[in-house]
């Protein structure tokens, strides 16, 4: 089974206005991906914006956190 995951903070109006705190919640989204990546039969894949995610990504270069 593939299932195709969003994001939401890559999409609310404003959700970029704090980069830390939708890093974070980026974070917390691709923890849920990968759990379900580890189920048996399941694949699960992001779909978003990849300009958003650089933006995301790149706060969380900048605070030296990582995936």
């Keep these: 089974m593939t299932v195709l995951l969003a994001p939401s903070v890559l999409y609310e109006p404003g959700g970029l206005a704090d980069v830390e705190q939708a890093y974070d919640r980026y974070i917390e989204f691709e923890e849920f991906r990968r759990e379900l990546s580890r189920m ?5 894949l992001e779909v978003g914006p990849a300009d958003r995610l650089a933006t995301v990504l790149e706060a969380g270069r900048s605070g030296g956190d990582g995936l």
């Design 40 to 44: 048996d039969n399941v694949r699960a």
